[in-house]
């Protein structure tokens, strides 16, 4: 039998040992592993404070009383618990996620909503419904790193619309509108996170949000609205979400995995009734079913225990959480950072001083053990250099403040450098070429930085 031919790679190309490398379909060459995955696994040391991380603090979850119920439910509904289930969904978790999509003042038939794994896998629905290769998605800059991933392994293209402290600006949607019609494009999408936004921390104005669908009805695109903080708040009754406002162009996206389990891995979607046909197709052809088990945790959960006063118990400790996160940064962070007010939810966003980089900078905040998420992982375009995430869900008050203790020694000592060599001479490792390179014309590729833990 003859061996394939296999092609020695050109001078300069990157050497990989993976035999199948040119087998692969061509939408694997959006999916690269995100900055979060990549940070996990030093995150996770015992020493480092995270503030990368956006786990919810499950710990505060009566984990005894939950345990009892899992329990009754095995005993009393086992054999169904356990058995396959309804692509769709369990009917009477479709009617309770209406009731609590109820609490944003959104009217909703069970008939129309499809349970997921997790609204991730709500995303990767609508994206196979919705997407083909090369259509635009407008989205937040920033944006949530998992539908980013998402979208490009739909090898879709995402335009990022600018946000501000009132969340996305109107005036920057019709502007990115303007600019693709002159380009003779449209954009199928536009996705948003309009409460507590992941990662900036901001909610879309209560001024804006009849403005915003009103441009996106007018230009033909449909909302895609994710809200998995919306009950999140400190302050107040949340906000009326998006599709409360219109059924007419409107996808959301519900999880139970911010206000109970993420583990559960239990989400949904709400559709317009054609959508939600082509949905469930969708969800067939993939999973056959979302986990009954799951489901009816949930569903047992939500029918027998005070969920809404546990939200209460999850919105104090953030809330507390909040607090020590901005009075951190306000006592503790030298002159020159600006950071946003999140009024709910995980993240604060934070912009650094004129020359600091959070992608370089980060292999020293490792050292200095503390981590966050350097802004670039919220962008599909390479911008979000100047900015970061911390997350305060996980951390207790008193490791978050030491937490930013450590980044703030960090800034002042990046800041030191930068005073000392200028933002590029000083702190970017040097570029070296590889023997040769000039010669053959390519670019010079950076050093990797070991970090020392
Ligand atoms: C904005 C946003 N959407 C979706 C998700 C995915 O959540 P899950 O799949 O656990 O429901 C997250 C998780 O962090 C998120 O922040």
């Given at each position: 039998?003859?061996?394939?031919?296999?092609?020695?790679?050109?001078?300069?190309?990157?050497?990989?040992?993976?035999?199948?490398?040119?087998?692969?379909?061509?939408?694997?060459?959006?999916?690269?592993?995100?900055?979060?995955?990549?940070?996990?696994?030093?995150?996770?040391?015992?020493?480092?404070?995270?503030?990368?991380?956006?786990?919810?603090?499950?710990?505060?979850?009566?984990?005894?009383?939950?345990?009892?119920?899992?329990?009754?439910?095995?005993?009393?509904?086992?054999?169904?618990?356990?058995?396959?289930?309804?692509?769709?969904?369990?009917?009477?978790?479709?009617?309770?996620?209406?009731?609590?999509?109820?609490?944003?003042?959104?009217?909703?038939?069970?008939?129309?909503?499809?349970?997921?794994?997790?609204?991730?896998?709500?995303?990767?629905?609508?994206?196979?419904?919705?997407?083909?290769?090369?259509?635009?998605?407008?989205?937040?800059?920033?944006?949530?790193?998992?539908?980013?991933?998402?979208?490009?392994?739909?090898?879709?293209?995402?335009?990022?619309?600018?946000?501000?402290?009132?969340?996305?600006?109107?005036?920057?949607?019709?502007?990115?509108?303007?600019?693709?019609?002159?380009?003779?494009?449209?954009?199928?999408?536009?996705?948003?996170?309009?409460?507590?936004?992941?990662?900036?921390?901001?909610?879309?104005?209560?001024?804006?949000?009849?403005?915003?669908?009103?441009?996106?009805?007018?230009a033909g695109v449909i909302v895609l609205e994710d809200n998995p903080y919306g009950l999140l708040g400190f302050d107040g009754e949340p906000l009326r979400a998006l599709r409360a406002r219109t059924d007419d162009g409107v996808l959301y996206l519900g999880s139970f995995s911010k206000t109970f389990s993420p583990g559960l891995r239990v989400g949904w979607v709400l559709a317009p009734h054609g959508v939600r046909e082509k949905l469930v197709l969708a969800t067939e052809a993939q999973i056959l079913c979302p986990p009954v088990f799951s489901q009816q945790i949930v569903s047992t959960y939500l029918a027998t225990q005070p969920w809404q006063e546990q939200i209460k118990v999850f919105q104090e400790i953030y809330h507390e959480r909040r607090d020590a996160t901005l009075s951190a940064l306000e006592q503790l962070m030298p002159p020159g950072l600006s950071w946003t007010h999140p009024t709910g939810g995980f993240y604060v966003w934070v912009t650094l001083p004129d020359g600091l980089d959070s992608k370089l900078m980060q292999p020293r905040a490792v050292h200095e053990r503390v981590a966050y998420v350097p802004g670039t992982g919220f962008y599909a375009d390479g911008a979000g250099r100047s900015q970061l995430r911390l997350s305060y869900c996980f951390p207790p008050p008193e490791r978050i403040r030491e937490g930013v203790r450590r980044l703030a020694g960090v800034v002042e000592a990046e800041l030191e450098l930068v005073g000392v060599f200028g933002a590029e001479s000083g702190r970017q490792p040097r570029s070296v070429p590889r023997p040769g390179a000039e010669d053959r014309g390519e670019p010079p590729t950076r050093p990797r930085l070991v970090v020392p833990l």
């Open positions: 039998m003859s061996q394939p031919e296999r092609h020695l790679p050109g001078p300069g190309a990157a050497i990989s040992t993976d035999l199948y490398l040119d087998r692969y379909a061509a939408r694997t060459a959006g999916m690269t592993a995100s900055e979060i995955r990549a940070l996990f696994a030093v995150a996770s040391r015992p020493e480092v404070v995270s503030l990368a991380g956006g786990s919810p603090f499950t710990a505060a979850l009566p984990l005894d009383t939950i345990g009892d119920m899992i329990a009754q439910l095995v005993h009393d509904r086992g054999a169904t618990a356990l058995q396959y289930g309804i692509g769709q969904g369990e009917p009477l978790l479709r009617e309770q996620i209406c009731d609590v999509m109820a609490l944003e003042g959104i009217t909703a038939s069970p008939e129309d909503v499809v349970v997921t794994v997790g609204s991730q896998q709500g995303l990767d629905l609508v994206s196979r419904v919705f997407l083909d290769p090369g259509d635009i998605v407008l989205a937040e800059g920033p944006s949530y790193v998992g539908a980013l991933g998402t979208f490009a392994a739909a090898q879709a293209e995402v335009v990022h619309v600018a946000m501000d402290d009132a969340g996305l600006q109107p005036e920057a949607l019709r502007q990115a509108l303007a600019d693709l019609a002159s380009r003779g494009r449209t954009a199928k999408l536009l996705y948003l996170i309009p409460n507590h936004q992941n990662p900036a921390g901001v909610t879309l104005a209560e001024e804006r949000r009849d403005v915003v669908l009103d441009i996106a009805r007018s």
